[in-house]
């Protein structure tokens, strides 16, 4: 099993940037696809951003794609999302989730069996 703990949000501007972490612990970090995805308060959980188990492999949502940059660091058991040109729609709790290696479906929630707490994001207009 795998623990997954975010920290980096908060209260910013339009136009700023954020950069959030995700740190893994109790599992082969190496062995997980990961990816961020995002809840803004009566909306489902979406799909953000989404990297291999190597690193080899990104792909963004629509929303952020030119934006945002997803990594991955397996030396240290860690995963970021680079946030830049925020707008007020970023705003919403993000999550850090960890699925399988061969995983069917990036993009959906459901094929990630780990997930951290969350760490909120308010963009200010």
């Known amino acids: 099993q795998v623990q997954l703990v975010e920290s980096g949000g908060g209260l910013v501007q339009a136009g700023d940037s954020l950069r959030l972490f995700c740190a893994a612990s109790g599992g082969t970090f190496s062995s997980y696809t990961m990816s961020w995805f995002r809840q803004a308060p009566g909306a489902e959980r979406n799909f953000v951003a989404y990297i291999s188990w190597s690193g080899g492999n990104t792909s963004y949502a629509d929303s952020v794609k030119g934006r945002f940059t997803i990594s991955r660091d397996n030396a240290k058991n860690t995963v970021s999302l680079q946030m830049n040109s925020l707008k007020p729609e970023d705003t919403a709790v993000y999550y850090c989730?960890?699925?399988?290696?061969?995983?069917?479906?990036?993009?959906?929630?459901?094929?990630?069996?780990?997930w951290g707490q969350g760490t909120q994001v308010t963009v200010s207009s």
């Open positions: 989730a960890a699925g399988p290696r061969s995983i069917s479906s990036s993009y959906d929630a459901r094929a990630y069996a780990y």
